[in-house]
């Protein structure tokens, strides 16, 4: 049997090999723990160390990512974490790369909504070409918020600054608490079918992600998805992100945001419609002149045409006939060359010198593989019979067969002679099963 050679790594080969299947086993984990060693450089990373009292592993957070957080990491507290598992190679440790991170206590419903999120998202309803362009200048908007709140009188307020006249149709439906997903669906369901309507506004104030959690069910998300009129999501605050905002058509930070979205300027529109229809003016009357000039000009010295026109229709004649009479003659030569190179292809094909590499490569392989077995069994009986060997040396295999072994305590010395424990000594008994602590009575040299 041939000699099997052990594979050699690299330093860098067996690192690159251990990261991979690193970050293939674990490409989303959450772990907590209590942040220590915090650092933010100049790049605007956080570099920083998650510990708990038996261990601990490093972790970074990248700018991109926590911009738009509304936890930051503080040195000292317990948070919990979202990222996936890496090795920096160059120095060989691993590490979390953090994409999420919230005090702990607050991990139910941020999982459920990241769960959702990524759920969702693999269903293709966050997909960019599934958006819908927003109308420029909508002749009625569709409102649906609680009648009673801020946002609803915002809105208002600063869609009669900009555009007064819009129509707006406010739909009333409750924005916290288990009936609000089924009314805001509902809204959304007859919004639908309601005429006119060219585009939905989901409207709520700032809260908790308790008090937001409507527009994270499911079944709004899919109402969202199904709803023909594009819809606009304003919901929260800036630092507010619910499962609408990714499934709507836009997003818009605040509800007084979404009316800058929906509805343009209208002293604004009329000063740039007013430059506009002067600049146009102005350029027609400066290009009408100036066709004018030059069509003056071009008359003056255009010459007879008709004799050039009919030497021209000669020419092109002459030389579509001698252009089909070369390509016919490329096309039969190019022909040849076609066979000619097929045939020789067929002849010089690899395929019959791989044939024998091919069978001894598979006899090779069958070879590697009964030696891997042969060299398995042989182990595998190695290791038996060491672990025989190792149950009969067990010093802990006597208490079985009912002997005990006494310390003397503090010490937990070894008792071998009666007279090394007096009487009022503590003694520890330690049976197959268990101990006794002792005391004694009486000390016989017998």
């Known amino acids: 049997m041939d000699q099997e050679l052990p594979h050699i790594y690299t330093v860098s080969s067996l690192t690159r090999e251990i990261r991979e299947r690193l970050e293939t086993h674990f ?13 933010q450089p100049l790049s605007g990373h956080y570099y920083f160390t998650l510990k708990d009292a038996g261990a601990q592993l490093r972790a970074v957070l990248f700018k991109g990512n926590h911009q738009h957080m509304r936890f930051k990491p503080q040195e000292g507290s317990q948070f919990l974490c979202r990222g996936r598992l890496t090795i920096y190679e160059p120095r ?10 919230e005090p702990l206590g607050l991990g139910a419903l941020a999982q459920a909504f990241e769960a959702l999120k990524t759920r969702l998202q693999a269903e293709g309803l966050f997909a960019p070409e599934l958006k819908k362009p927003l109308p420029f200048l909508p002749k009625r908007i569709a409102l649906v918020t609680s009648p009673t709140g801020a946002a609803v009188r915002d ?16 739909y009333p439906v409750k924005v916290q ?8 669906v509902r809204a959304l369901e007859d919004l639908a079918a309601y005429p006119g309507v060219e585009v939905v506004v989901l409207a709520r104030g700032g809260g908790s992600l308790e008090d937001l959690w409507p527009f994270n069910e499911e079944q709004v998300a899919w109402a969202i998805h199904r709803c023909p009129i594009p819809v606009v999501s304003a919901v929260g605050h800036e630092v507010d992100f619910t499962i609408a905002d990714f499934v709507a058509d836009a997003r818009a930070a605040t509800p007084s ?4 979205l929906v509805a343009p300027d209208k002293r604004a529109l009329a000063r740039h419609l007013d430059r506009l229809g002067g600049s146009l003016w102005r350029t027609f009357k400066q290009r009408l002149e100036v066709a004018r000039r030059h069509l003056d000009l071009v008359s003056r010295r255009l010459p007879d045409m008709s004799r050039r026109l009919v030497d021209l229709r000669l020419m092109v004649d002459d030389r579509g006939e001698a252009l089909m009479r070369r390509t016919r003659r490329l096309v039969t030569v190019q022909r ?10 067929v002849l010089l094909s690899p395929r019959r010198a791989l044939l024998p590499w091919r069978q001894r490569l598979e006899q090779a392989a069958q070879r590697l593989g009964q030696g891997y077995s042969r060299g398995q069994d042989t182990r595998r009986r190695h290791l038996e019979y060491c672990q025989s060997h190792l149950d009969q040396l067990n010093p802990l295999a006597i208490l079985q067969r009912g002997y005990a072994v006494a310390t003397l305590l503090p010490q937990e010395t070894v008792i071998r002679d009666a007279t090394q424990a007096p009487p009022g000594a503590a003694v520890r008994v330690r049976l197959a099963r268990g101990r006794l602590d002792c005391e004694v009575k009486e000390v016989s040299s017998e």
């Open 92 to 101: 060989g440790e691993y590490q979390v790369i953090v994409d999420y991170l």
């Open 155 to 170: 809105f208002l307020r600063l869609l009669r600054q900009r555009y007064a006249n819009l129509e707006v149709l406010i």
């Open 336 to 345: 040849q060359q076609l066979r000619l190179s097929s045939s020789r292809l």
């Open 27 to 39: 490409s989303l984990v959450w772990v907590s723990g209590e942040i220590s060693n915090l650092r």
């Open 177 to 184: 608490g288990g009936e609000a997903a089924g009314e805001i």
């Open 257 to 260: 945001a979404a009316v800058e």
